[in-house]
């Protein structure tokens, strides 16, 4: 006597079937992935060095930010920040992998350039920090020519865009904003559209 096979049972092992199949292709495509990236690893290893000394540095300098007249200890730590920084190679290289900049450049200037990186993002938070003390202290003039100068070096930080639009609106200045507007729209619409949008918030009547 034939018993009818469970309709349960037949979704069980089509799911089991399903399960097995989908783990036999993510296994296949993280094969292929490692495949590649080693593939990709061999060949910057093999690279020869290039001439880096072209590369778009920031042109950045101690002497264009405000002559502070305060005193103040968290102030004055980030003034040797940017003394020391006047002085080194700083340019932004978070786009890229360490594959991607050997690959680009050698390996042999891996080292060189992973410091010139951290020098931007070291930058990059100390120019924030130090608007943000000024304001702080009450200082806005100063704290608004610091992020004025953050955004001429196309700082990649949206603090430094948003802290700026907040101060052109308690000093009553907002056309300045539309500078703000022209800048962000030379940057990576994947930063500027967020900040953009953030804009249109602090400007609302």
Do not use: W
Request: glycine content about 2%.
């Amino acid at each position: 006597m034939r018993f009818p096979i469970p309709f349960f049972f037949v979704c069980f092992v089509l799911f089991t079937v399903f399960l097995a199949y989908k783990r036999s292709r993510q296994t296949q495509n993280q094969d292929h992935a490692n495949t590649s990236f080693l593939e990709r690893e061999r060949l910057a290893n093999a690279t020869r060095k290039k001439d880096i000394s072209g590369l778009d540095y920031l042109p950045f300098s101690a002497a264009g930010l405000p002559d502070c007249l305060l005193e103040d200890e968290e102030l004055a730590s980030l003034e040797l920040v940017f003394k020391d920084l006047s002085d080194q190679k700083i340019i932004d290289l978070s786009a890229y992998s360490n594959t991607d900049l050997k690959l680009m450049y050698g390996p042999a200037n891996l080292t060189a350039l992973t410091e010139y990186d951290d020098n931007y993002h070291l930058l990059s938070t100390s120019l924030t920090a130090y608007a943000a003390r000024l304001r702080e202290l009450g200082d806005t003039k100063d704290a608004t020519a610091v992020l004025e100068y953050a955004m001429q070096l196309r700082i990649s930080i949206r603090s430094v865009y948003l802290m700026l639009a907040e101060l052109y609106m308690q000093q009553n200045r907002p056309e300045k904003i539309q500078d703000i507007r022209n800048v962000l729209s030379t940057m990576e619409e994947s930063f500027s559209s967020h900040v953009l949008a953030r804009l249109e918030d602090i400007t609302k009547p």
